[in-house]
């Protein structure tokens, strides 16, 4: 009985693994906290994941993507800061640095 029930099952069991499942949908990619440093831009994550673009020019307005996260987004940085570490905030004005967000550009200044 146990053999013949496996037979009648298999073919169900197949059927299922081959339905198509629905896409499993990905954390936001919102940036909670943005930091802009001398050498680098960090942002955190809604996700929990924390993003770094490095700089490899020597100084001046510079441009790289986030490395070690799940979003390679582009960072340009339009100004540095004379201040070791400078917490970003999101703006509509002058942005000191733009993440190219695949919803569109996100752009930040210091924090009032």
């Given at each position: 009985?146990?053999?013949?029930?496996?037979?009648?099952?298999?073919?169900?069991?197949?059927?299922?693994?081959?339905?198509?499942?629905?896409?499993?949908?990905?954390?936001?990619?919102?940036?909670?906290?943005?930091?802009?440093?001398?050498?680098?831009?960090?942002?955190?994550?809604?996700?929990?994941?924390?993003?770094?673009?490095?700089?490899?020019?020597?100084?001046?307005?510079?441009?790289?993507?986030?490395?070690?996260?799940?979003?390679?987004?582009?960072?340009?940085?339009?100004?540095?800061?004379?201040?070791?570490?400078?917490?970003?905030?999101?703006?509509?004005g002058d942005a000191w640095v733009t993440l190219a967000a695949p919803g569109g550009p996100l752009a930040?200044?210091?924090?009032?």
């Amino acid at each position: 009985m146990t053999v013949r029930f496996l037979l009648l099952a298999l073919p169900l069991l197949a059927a299922c693994a081959a339905e198509p499942r629905p896409p499993v949908s990905a954390p936001a990619a919102e940036p909670r906290a943005v930091t802009l440093y001398r050498d680098t831009v960090t942002a955190r994550m809604a996700d929990g994941s924390l993003c770094a673009a490095v700089r490899e020019g020597a100084s001046g307005p510079w441009s790289a993507s986030f490395r070690g996260c799940p979003h390679p987004w582009p960072v340009r940085v339009a100004r540095t800061a004379d201040v070791p570490r400078l917490p970003l905030a999101p703006t509509q004005g002058d942005a000191w640095v733009t993440l190219a967000a695949p919803g569109g550009p996100l752009a930040y200044a210091p924090r009032p």
